[in-house]
């Protein structure tokens, strides 16, 4: 199966981790992620005003392209997902938008919301199945005790994300159990790792960080697996005082298939 | 207890902006809290969640730009996940930060500055949401 990737900057620079063993992995799966040409930034963050226009640009050129080639169109990043996804929504059901924009861009057959958008995750559960992918496992790993961390952008808001219950998701711990380890459950799986208040507001996102890793010790989990880069980066700058080390979910991935 | 009138009609027009930009209908909120119990940044905000909507409500937007709450907000959408009303707290937050910051010098963030707030594990995308949260 093949499927239009869009990957977004971070994964070219901080996070060449997470793309990297999820393109690794991809291959052992039996699916190909064709980068798409000439992507732009998503924006990070997904555009909230009903007036906005030109925010939502580049994530509809993407939606486009995919749709062009025929493909569903895959993401990895937790915020680039959010954002393309719920662009894609705008331009299904708000005329207004779909209206504007199309007016804008000026493609050869307008944009309406066609597109298929799966988080990397999503391909996994759906299309490959958690089942198929456990019998793919070349190094289980066994007794290792490993909690999900959702945070934000994949599961909220519920109504466009469709990802998983908001309140009390089950997808990544699924995942954990297909590699051979065990989920461990915590109250703070999905709550806020504080976001971009890491740059201007230290403090705050570090206590919020904090409150996710102690949470996961108190619960003896001695590692936990993120999809987002910046998930990863306020998690990983308290992690020190948790003893709890932080990992993209497409490392753990890696591993158990044995091409880490 | 003295009764206040909530007027949308007398709203005035930086109000009528901030319901515009966001969508959604503050006049159906019933003061239950839940968005800023739920709110993990609520320890910065001098304004809780609910009390932006009330404060929007009666129409007091100096009180409103004002606030602390607005920056602090790290556009987590668990407010709007679990209000009983259905209203999406953050596209207030975000409307009200639009608010200023589309306005010439409103800016929230000094780019002269960025250089000292960035280190070399920051992703990108913390700095790009920065851009779209704090300026226009
Ligand atoms: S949760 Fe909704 S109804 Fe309750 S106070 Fe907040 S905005 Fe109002
Ligand atoms: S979106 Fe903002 S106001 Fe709402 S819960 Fe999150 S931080 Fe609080």
């Known amino acids: ?260 | 207890m003295t009764r206040v009138k909530v007027n949308p009609s007398n709203r005035d027009k930086e109000i009528s902006r901030i319901i515009e930009i966001s969508g959604e209908n503050i006049y159906s909120c019933m003061q239950c809290s839940k968005c800023s119990a739920s709110c993990p940044a609520n320890s910065e905000m001098d304004i809780l969640p609910h009390q932006v909507v009330r404060i929007l409500q009666l129409g007091n937007y100096e009180r409103i730009v004002n606030s602390q709450t607005i920056w602090n907000c790290a556009s987590c959408f668990t407010c709007g996940a679990r209000c009983p009303r259905d209203i999406d707290i953050t596209k207030i937050m975000e409307a009200i930060r639009l608010t200023v910051i589309r306005n010439k010098g409103e800016s929230r963030i000094d780019v002269d500055e960025l250089p000292e707030k960035i280190d070399d594990k920051m992703p990108h995308q913390a700095i790009v949401s920065v851009f779209r949260k704090y300026r226009k």
């Not at chain 1, 901080?14 to 930034?41: D, H, M, P």
């Not at chain 1, 790792?193 to 904090?210: I, R």
Request: a negative charge.
């Open chain 1, 1 to 260: 199966m093949k499927y239009s990737y869009f990957p977004g900057c971070t994964l070219k620079t901080k996070a060449q981790e997470l793309e990297k063993y999820a393109l690794r992995s991809a291959e052992v799966l039996g699916f190909e992620l064709e980068e798409q040409i000439e992507w732009q930034c998503c924006g990070a963050v997904y555009p909230l005003a009903t007036d906005e226009i030109a925010t939502k640009l580049s994530s509809v050129r993407t939606l486009a392209s995919a749709k062009e080639n025929g493909n569903k169109l895959v993401t990895l990043c937790s915020a680039c997902h959010h954002v393309i996804k719920r662009v894609n929504e705008d331009m299904k059901t708000d005329k207004s938008t779909r209206d504007k924009v199309n007016n804008y861009l000026n493609i050869s057959e307008d944009y309406k919301g066609e597109v298929e958008v799966l988080h990397y995750l999503e391909v996994l559960r759906d299309e490959i199945g958690f089942d198929e992918l456990a019998k793919l496992v070349k190094n289980p790993l066994t007794g290792r005790k490993i909690g999900a961390y959702y945070g934000c952008l994949l599961l909220r808001p519920d109504k466009v994300m469709g990802f998983d219950d908001p309140e009390n998701p089950s997808t990544i711990e699924e995942f954990i159990k297909a590699l051979g380890a065990t989920p461990v459950k915590y109250p703070y799986r999905t709550e806020c790792c504080g976001g971009y208040l890491s740059l201007d507001n230290k403090d705050k996102a570090a206590n919020m960080a904090s409150s996710i890793l102690l949470s996961a010790s108190k619960h003896e989990a001695n590692e936990i697996v993120t999809a987002c880069p910046l998930c990863k980066y306020n998690l990983e700058i308290n992690e020190l005082k948790s003893k709890v080390t932080v990992t993209y979910f497409t490392e753990l991935l890696a591993e158990a298939l044995g091409v880490k």
